[in-house]
């Protein structure tokens, strides 16, 4: 991965307010926070607000998390360094680019297309060659790749998609916003020995998943 020391005070300061501050505290999730060069992924002209406590527009009625959302969803899947993980809607490609540096293999589906180019290219451009970007409805998962011993969805579903249990490795553990368009829950998916057990973590607002397995349009305001 190609290092860069742009913006380096403003992502040091980010890891320290909006990160630490609020109680994340896992070294390695910290360390790739600090190494992806997150204005990279945010459309040019708002680059100088890639570092802010907020999510931002990417194009196309999509949104790049909040910072502190990324860390906190990557945090509690408890990453090893030969995991394979998979991760749904890759919009402009930086939460795969921080999961890349904490797994063996990151897998991500994206259903706009042009997204999806786009940030499949952003990602080999910065080396990183360990993510592979699908272009499809990720409420089906990659059966194909599975089982997947993370699996990280980024829009908001009405229910936990049944595929994505099915492709949760033995051990696996699965993050997902669960709610309608306006209120969600972070539900933790966690498996032991076949048994699935759910917590609920904080209240969060993103975009909707649309697909078999999400709405079936975008759910009204
Ligand atoms: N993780 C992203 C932000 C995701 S925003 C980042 O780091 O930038 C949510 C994304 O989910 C959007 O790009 C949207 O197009 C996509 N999406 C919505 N439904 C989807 C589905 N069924 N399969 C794959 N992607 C989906």
């Known amino acids: 991965m190609l290092e860069t020391k742009e913006y380096a005070p403003q992502r040091a300061e980010m ?4 990160l630490r501050r609020r109680g994340i505290s896992d070294a390695a999730v910290l360390a790739a926070m600090l190494a992806v060069p997150r204005h990279q992924f945010v459309p040019e002209e708002l680059r100088s607000r890639a570092y802010e406590d907020a999510p931002l ?16 969803m990557t945090s509690v899947l408890r990453l090893q360094p030969g995991d394979r993980v998979l991760e749904i ?4 490609g930086f939460q795969a680019a921080v999961l890349s540096h904490l797994a063996r293999e990151v897998f991500t589906i994206e259903l706009r ?3 999806a180019s786009a940030a499949s290219e952003k990602l080999a451009r910065l080396g990183y060659h360990n993510v592979h970007v699908h272009c499809g409805d990720g409420t089906l998962g990659l059966p194909e790749f599975a089982p997947f011993d993370g699996i990280l969805v ?7 998609p049944e595929p994505l249990l099915t492709q949760l490795a033995e051990t696996g553990r699965l993050i997902i ?5 306006d209120n969600q829950e972070l539900q933790l998916v966690e498996k032991h020995a076949g048994v699935f057990s759910t917590k609920m973590l904080e209240g969060c607002r993103f975009v909707p998943l649309v697909g078999h397995h999400g709405w079936q349009k975008p759910p009204l305001r």
């Open 113 to 115: 297309p042009e997204l």
């Open 89 to 92: 809607g890759t919009g402009c």
């Open 177 to 181: 916003p669960v709610g309608d368009a």
């Open 15 to 18: 890891i320290e307010k909006q």
């Open 154 to 160: 980024a829009a908001a579903a009405p229910e936990v």
């Open 57 to 72: 527009p990417i194009g196309g009625g999509q949104t790049i998390s909040q910072p502190y959302i990324v860390a906190a």
